[in-house]
């Protein structure tokens, strides 16, 4: 999850003119939804063709990977647009603690 959510917030530095964003988690009973909130509407997420040698543009592609799923809703009166992707519940708790030392 960490990884998609700096993915997310990577793509709102690189990628907009956002002048303000914000990191929104929810836990659900069976999911978390984390999400990128920015308020710049003209430039909305897309999976990138990226060639073989370019070392950007593949963000996305890990965010499908990693994600059950993710989504971007405009919400246009409040001029905000948010990109989230949700998780199964339990992929958020490790199967075994690692032990401090």
Request: proline share 5%; charged share 20%; net charge negative.
């Amino acid at each position: 999850m960490i990884l998609v959510l700096s993915e997310l917030l990577s793509n709102v530095c690189k990628h907009t003119d956002a002048s303000v964003c914000a990191v929104v988690a929810v836990w659900l009973k069976s999911q978390i939804i984390i999400g990128v909130a920015d308020n710049d509407l003209t430039h909305l997420p897309k999976v990138a063709a990226a060639d073989a040698d370019d070392t950007d543009g593949r963000g996305l592609y890990l965010v499908e990977a990693l994600a059950e799923r993710w989504w971007c809703h405009v919400y246009e009166p409040r001029g905000v647009k948010v990109v989230c992707a949700a998780f199964p519940r339990h992929a958020a708790i490790p199967r075994q603690l690692p032990a401090l030392l």
